[in-house]
């Protein structure tokens, strides 16, 4: 396990003044089905009544997408995986784009979240973020963006972040706040 050196705080504390958002935190706010739905939009609630600026990332909303498409192709074709009923029609997500297409325009439409991109050497720093918190692709191209923009809170249940030195997690996933609780 990584060490731990970013500081984690719960969905209660105090707000910073800029946070990102990762796919982890949009995908359980977004779905009432997801096992930490409640939290997240207790907190998305509470970021969008403060002065908070949120930024989601083009890279962050490709991955909800894709999440919650294998979500629903799941939970409506049980029997089967994601692949096969894709690779079999692809015209199966249809159904699904109204609801991603709703919930993102929604994302555009509040005034305090701003949707962001990457940059020409946003790869090249994710590299750097690979090789100096030994994070996963996606994970380095997301502090990446963080970094690029000067955001330092992301919101989060991604235990992976909590090696990145100088940044704040918010998050409701239990195992990360044990993580961060003194011994």
Not at 10 to 21: E, K, N, Q, R, T
Not at 82 to 95: E, L, M, N, Q
Not at 121 to 137: D, W
Request: charged residues 15%.
């Amino acid at each position: 396990m990584n060490k731990l050196t970013a500081t984690i705080l719960d969905f209660a504390a105090p707000l910073p003044s800029l946070i990102y958002w990762d796919a982890s935190f949009i995908v359980n706010f977004s779905h009432a089905a997801s096992p930490f739905h409640l939290a997240c939009s207790f907190f998305a609630q509470r970021l969008k009544t403060s002065s908070t600026v949120s930024f989601v990332s083009a890279l962050a909303l490709d991955e909800t997408w894709f999440t919650l498409l294998q979500i629903f192709i799941q939970r409506d074709y049980p029997s089967r995986k994601f692949w096969r009923v894709y690779a079999s029609d692809s015209k199966v997500i249809a159904p699904y784009l109204y609801e991603l297409e709703s919930f993102t325009q929604e994302l555009y439409d509040d005034p305090q979240i701003r949707i962001i991109g990457t940059r020409r050497n946003s790869p090249l720093e994710a590299l750097q973020n690979m090789r100096q918190f030994h994070l996963l692709p996606r994970d380095a191209m997301h502090l990446a963006i963080m970094r690029q923009h000067q955001i330092p809170a992301i919101a989060t249940l991604d235990a992976d972040f909590q090696s990145v030195e100088g940044i704040t997690i918010f998050t409701c996933n239990p195992n990360l706040l044990n993580a961060s609780s003194p011994a």
